[in-house]
């Protein structure tokens, strides 16, 4: 062991556990060494260089030492009028680091030069040694004086303040967590006390200290401007943590109302900032009496977990968390080590804060890195970031520096931290706040690029659509006469070029209705062999004419009868059974359905998951166009569309209406034989009752359709379908406009009418709405180029019996009209308000599910159209018209479907009367759909 000598004061240095008794030099070497020494012990290989160190260590002392050394305590004098005197520079410090020592040892003359001076206020952090601290105050007057002594670190674990009461008698005050305010002169966020003195005394007053963070720091003040401090600095506290309180409060909120983990993360953040700023204040005490003494127990547990909550929300902020690689798995470890070591600091508080302090100086620093370059690029959020986290960066830095004893004490960081708390909380709040107007900016700016495309696609469709009815109405009636050969083949050319291209504004709608949600799914029991053998049948012609073996297996495990989105499975498995014969040349396209093993969990149990699958031997998909298949307008070679033509939308459509069922759409790639592309979902198992699906010839052919009046303001139009209708053996007449029908129907004789929508003078809509407000009943089938869904439900809304899309072929027109003219009572059906329930509807579903399946139907329905009521009743009370929008929407849905017809079309109402712009309707619309809700409920039983 080595031992040196430096006046009277000893050191001790070897490899004991406790190196240092009684230091007499500045607390920045006996910490360097301390944590340099803990180092070298963990690890036995390092003798040489502990050596070395000792060496240099004792050199560093030496020239400290007989520099700054001075063991005469000297006594404050308090005989001037300065408003505070510090202790700085009359404070002795005595490390005791077994805390055998007690006062009646500490304070006999034996110790009176065991005391070391400080030019400063020390600041012992990380130790398990207890501390005494020695000063002494004079008063020099010829006159007793008052004056009020502050603790100004309210966060010592365990502490006592002896007080001299004369006669050599000493007061006890403690100053533990449990009763830190409870012992002291004066109620103050800080441990207060009076301090009186006689002409001339000088008292000595001692304090020991047991604490993980020792702060001996300690002032003398006069009454009277202790008193004007306390005003003016609690004043500033309280903006600090008002401030604090605000942007907890505006972070809960948001974190409640948007459920963003960015938001909640900042909401974590505030929470622990606030409760370490009342820490670091002192007011715990005042707020939570004794109480308050766990936050002074959890001081590390805060500060770490605060530092946690500050990475995770700059990771989700600074889109961290969205990458991948080293930074953000770094960053991940760090914070998970500062919630850790939060939690470890309630066992081992001196290595958990050796935990905290390395993990800021790393994580710090590389945030920092971070946001730089993100605003360097760019970034505006980067930019706000670090307008509110840069002080508070640099503030963190040097309290962890000061921890590590690489830099003295930092009381000022301390007093700023305080004050960074706050601004750096307040500067995250508009940041938030900024990124969500600015994401609302961007979202309405969406929003309103949706409406214009919207409005240009119902516009060129409509535009397209109006000469294309002239084109394909005329091909179809020459294609009726009498022709050559090559005057048909001229014929059939027109013919399947024209609906090529009405194929193509179907796609792009299509499209455009599913990348803005419009498009809605629809789940009725249908029979799965069925539908695959009708699209057979359809494809059958055209795989003969290639000389192509089209081929049906169905696996014998598929039900009888399953519930889904019949209308886009079919329109799925046209595209893929439409490309599959596209491509083939020779050999075969074969269409599987198989029930596979996966399953999917839910409330009622497992649903089985199906494939539908199309395989053919065709010219097969390279590798190199795998990656763009299912993008839009793309094809798996550039010379395909000369070859097979098409628009490359198909895949990409079936794709998203797949996404849209929980399903998917992919293919599994083979060269040498063709390809295999499948559609796979979830169906749920209906009713073993066979499902008769509606046939066109059942309707029967010779119904007296009487005479048709068809309304159009296109000359060519009105002769075209007249033409048609003509051929097809129905009389027909025309009018040019609204009015001009009006006219015409008004003395009677005609049994349906064919409306068009978009006519000059009186649209289709208005004659309409003016028909049935005369209380006329005639079945009007409404005929319109545009053919998004929204507009389709208005023209139903305005009476029309049924729409039908520009440009129509003969047989659809003809069976439309007849299907319209054999619906039984449509003129009573006019006007007549939905009934409640409609038990037609559900005896057909209860026949098709079962009893049991139906009843279970009914338990769901009420459980969650009590939940949609209710988040549509909240969202019309705060008047959120998207809210309104989406559970209007799906309350209409699940009504319509179970059949409660009332129900569907109240919601339905008010959906479009929002659609329409006209929010404040939905108010007293509320109210009326609650009495239907609660008929509806009552109707359950």
């Not at 909550?309 to 700059?314: I, P, V």
């Not at 029991?525 to 699209?535: A, E, G, H, T, V």
């Not at 407000?773 to 029309?800: C, F, H, T, W």
Request: proline share 3%; net charge neutral.
């Amino acid at each position: 062991m080595l031992v040196f000598f430096q006046g009277e004061g000893e050191i001790r240095i070897g490899r004991r556990k406790n190196l240092i008794r009684y230091d007499p030099v500045c607390s920045t070497h006996i910490k360097t060494y301390k944590v340099y020494n803990t180092l070298v012990h963990a690890n036995g290989g390092a003798v040489l260089l502990y050596r070395i160190y000792q060496i240099v260590f004792v050199l560093v002392i030496g020239i400290a030492t007989s520099a700054s050394a001075d063991n005469t305590t000297l006594a404050i004098n308090l005989g001037d009028q300065r408003a505070m005197v510090s202790v700085a520079g009359h404070l002795g410090i005595l490390e005791d680091p077994d805390g055998h020592l007690d006062f009646a040892t500490i304070s006999s003359e034996s110790f009176s030069d065991k005391f070391s001076m400080y030019d400063e206020i020390p600041q012992f952090s990380r130790t398990r040694s207890v501390y005494w601290a020695r000063f002494s105050l004079r008063n020099k007057n010829a006159y007793p004086i008052n004056r009020i002594l502050v603790l100004n670190y309210p966060n010592h674990q365990k502490a006592t303040l002896f007080m001299p009461q004369g006669n050599g008698r000493y007061r006890q005050r403690i100053l533990d967590a449990g009763r830190m305010m409870r012992d002291v002169d004066i109620a103050h966020r800080l441990p207060v006390y009076l301090v009186n003195l006689s002409a001339g005394e000088t008292t000595t007053y001692y304090w020991r200290i047991e604490s993980p963070t020792v702060r001996p720091n300690i002032e003398i003040w006069m009454p009277s401007s202790f008193l004007e401090r306390r005003v003016s600095e609690e004043w500033w506290y309280l903006v600090f943590l008002g401030v604090t309180l605000a942007t907890w409060i505006y972070s809960t909120i948001l974190a409640v109302s948007s459920r963003s983990r960015l938001y909640t993360a900042l909401f974590i953040f505030a929470s622990f900032a606030l409760s370490l700023q009342l820490v670091v204040q002192g007011h715990q005490y005042l707020l939570f009496g004794r109480y308050g003494g766990a936050l002074t127990f959890a001081f590390m547990l805060l500060q770490s977990w605060t530092a946690g909550a500050l990475g995770l929300f700059s990771s989700l902020f600074l889109g961290i968390e969205g990458r991948s690689g080293v930074l953000r798995t770094g960053l991940r470890t760090l914070i998970v080590a500062f919630f850790a070591g939060g939690l470890w600091s309630l066992i081992d508080y001196h290595n958990a804060m050796i935990v905290y302090q390395l993990g800021v100086l790393v994580g710090a620093p590389l945030l920092m890195v971070v946001a730089i370059r993100m605003a360097w690029s760019g970034s505006q959020d980067a930019r706000l970031y670090l307008a509110g986290w840069s002080p508070f960066f640099v503030v963190g830095i040097l309290i962890a520096l000061n921890g590590t004893g690489i830099i003295g004490s930092v009381v000022l960081g301390e007093k700023l931290m305080v004050a960074f708390i706050p601004t750096t909380l307040l500067s995250f709040g508009f940041s938030i706040m900024y990124r969500v107007v600015r994401e609302r900016t961007e979202k309405e700016r969406f929003m309103s690029s949706v409406e214009m495309k919207s409005s240009f696609l119902a516009t060129m469709s409509h535009e397209i659509r109006t000469p294309l009815t002239g084109v394909l109405g005329m091909a179809d009636l020459l294609h009726r006469t009498s022709l050559s050969p090559r005057q048909q083949d001229y014929v059939s050319t027109i013919r399947s070029s024209g609906k090529m291209l009405v194929t193509l504004l179907d796609d792009v709608l299509q499209l455009s209705k599913s990348e803005t949600g419009k498009l809605s799914a629809r789940y009725d029991p249908f029979d799965p062999r069925q539908m695959i053998d009708s699209l057979a049948r359809l494809f059958s012609g055209q795989a003969r004419n290639k000389g192509l073996d089209l081929q049906v297996v169905i696996d014998p495990g598929v039900p009888a009868t399953l519930i889904g989105d019949v209308g886009r499975i079919r329109q799925i498995m046209l595209n893929l059974i439409g490309n599959a014969i596209k491509f083939t040349s020779t050999g075969y396209v074969r269409i599987e359905m198989l029930k596979i093993k996966e399953t999917e969990a839910i409330a009622d149990g497992p649903i089985p998951r199906y494939q539908f699958s199309v395989k053919d031997s065709g010219i097969g998909i390279s590798e190199d166009s795998r990656a763009h298949l299912f993008e839009k307008f793309s094809q798996a070679d550039k010379t395909i569309s000369h070859y097979y033509g098409g628009t490359g939308l198909g895949l990409a459509i079936s794709r998203q209406l797949a996404e849209e069922m929980g399903g998917e759409v992919d293919y599994v790639r083979d060269v040498e034989t063709g390809s295999k592309f499948f559609l796979s979902l979830s169906l749920a198992e209906g009713s073993s009752q066979k499902v008769e699906e509606a046939d066109p010839s059942i309707i029967e052919t010779t119904m007296n359709i009487g005479r048709v009046l068809v309304v159009d303001d296109v000359e060519t139009n009105r002769a075209v379908i007249v033409g048609l209708l003509n051929a097809a053996g129905i009389f027909a007449d025309s009018a040019s406009t609204g009015r001009r029908a009006l006219d015409k129907l008004a003395p009677g004789g005609y049994d349906l009418v064919l409306m068009d929508i978009h006519m000059p003078e009186m649209d289709g809509m208005t004659a309409t709405r003016r028909l049935r407000k005369a209380g006329n009943a005639i079945p009007i089938i409404g005929l319109s180029a545009s053919v998004l869904p929204e507009e389709r439900q208005q023209y139903l809304a305005a009476g029309m019996n049924e729409v039908l899309n520009k440009p129509i072929g003969i047989d659809l027109l003809v069976e439309s009209i007849r299907r319209v003219l054999s619906q039984e009572n449509h003129a009573g059906n006019v006007g007549k308000k939905p009934q409640l329930v409609n038990k037609q509807l559900q005896q057909r579903h209860r026949e098709v599910l079962g009893g049991e399946k139906w009843a279970e139907m009914m338990d769901t329905f009420r459980a969650d159209a009590s939940t949609v009521f209710n988040s549509l009743k909240d969202a019309v009370r705060k008047i959120e018209a998207n809210d309104i929008l989406i559970y209007s929407h799906r309350l209409s849905g699940m009504a319509g479907f179970l059949g409660f017809d009332a129900l569907s079309a109240e919601a339905q109402s008010m959906n479009d009367a929002v659609q329409r712009e006209n929010v404040a309707i939905t108010k007293p619309q509320i109210e009326v759909l609650e009495e239907i809700y609660l008929s509806t409920i009552r109707q359950l039983g």
